[in-house]
């Protein structure tokens, strides 16, 4: 198979030829049509996020078909067929023992791997994953549409519902995970206060076209105060401003791996119930929620399409904001 393997910090991802791995009980063997490239990745190969396996094939917002499939230890027939189409997210495994996990919280398990950072994911034209951990996707919704709905979705998903009922919704960051769950909230009757960077006018422009009812710079008040923010670009500094700009009650919640350190701010700001809260990974049953309201909305992803041996050059386009939307990857069609 070929893929775009991550060897070590400060060089570039390199195509090479591996040999398909031997399915394990209880694995897919999966063709893949496409990926998402993920602020993840970004982390990962920069070393914000220093417990990748080496070398590593990235990837786990992952839209593939089935190409060959094994039953389990207990000899059970696989839920899935060969030539259907699934989806691989982050969480790739847990440990099923720990309190975590026996208490529905597996986001949090003591012994998780993830797809893309200790599994090998899909930045390549196969993949193996973790039955258990796969997904069947909506109708109507393409491989390359719905490559982003594995990990902005799913993430913006998990972020969406920490913040709460309220109305009037914050979104920090105007990238993949935001243009995604705007068309979530704007569904369940909010209202979607954007900010982007200071003087991105085509970002905010971008989020009033999806509906958004405000759009500004990240350092401005919104016209109301918010009762929840979403927080997706990671910089810590945006927490303070965030804060300021809610209401009694508010959640500020930062829905990414990694951010940088949040600055100092006054008691008042937080005070009078206001809380900060952090997202980490996912559950499957946040996957079988989105996915399920994904196709009722239906969601529609902006994407760029790079092909596979392009990884490199959407990886930058990413981290220097280059597009709106999601990046994702192509691979040649799936079909046997």
Request: neutral net charge; contains cysteine; hydrophobic residues 40%.
């Amino acid at each position: 198979m070929k893929a775009m393997v991550f060897e070590k910090c400060g060089l570039p991802l390199k195509m090479v030829s591996l040999p398909i791995p031997p399915l394990k009980p209880g694995q897919l063997l999966l063709k893949v049509s496409a990926c998402g490239v993920c602020r993840t990745d970004l982390h990962i190969i920069e070393g914000d996020l220093k417990e990748a396996k080496l070398p590593l094939v990235l990837g786990h917002e992952i839209v593939g078909t089935v190409a060959a499939l094994a039953a389990d230890e207990n000899q059970m027939p696989s839920p899935f067929k060969i030539g259907e189409r699934v989806g691989v997210p982050w969480l790739g495994q847990t440990c099923a023992g720990c309190r975590f996990c026996l208490s529905e919280r597996e986001n949090l398990c003591d012994h998780p791997k993830f797809t893309g950072y200790n599994l090998d994911g899909g930045y390549a034209d196969h993949t193996v994953a973790d039955r258990n951990y796969c997904f069947k996707l909506p109708d109507g919704i393409s491989d390359q549409e719905a490559a982003p709905l594995l990990c902005a979705g799913l993430i913006g998903w998990r972020t969406l519902k920490l913040a709460g009922e309220g109305k009037r919704l914050g979104i920090y960051g105007f990238g993949a995970a935001a243009h995604i769950i705007t068309q979530v909230a704007l569904f369940q009757g909010r209202e979607v206060y954007a900010f982007t960077r200071p003087g991105d006018l085509s970002g905010q422009e971008y989020a009033r076209s999806l509906g958004a009812i405000w759009a500004g710079n990240c350092d401005q008040m919104p016209p109301q105060k918010l009762d929840a923010a979403l927080i997706f670009a990671p910089a810590g500094e945006l927490v303070p401003l965030a804060l300021k700009a809610s209401e009694k009650g508010a959640s500020i919640v930062c829905g990414g791996i990694h951010m940088s350190d949040i600055p100092s701010f006054p008691y008042a700001d937080l005070w009078q119930e206001r809380s900060i809260k952090s997202v980490a990974n996912l559950t499957r049953q946040d996957a079988i929620e989105f996915l399920e309201i994904a196709g009722r909305i239906p969601v529609r992803t902006k994407v760029n399409l790079y092909p596979l041996q392009e990884a490199n050059q959407a990886l930058s386009d990413l981290k220097h904001g280059r597009f709106h939307g999601a990046a994702v990857l192509t691979m040649p069609d799936p079909s046997p």
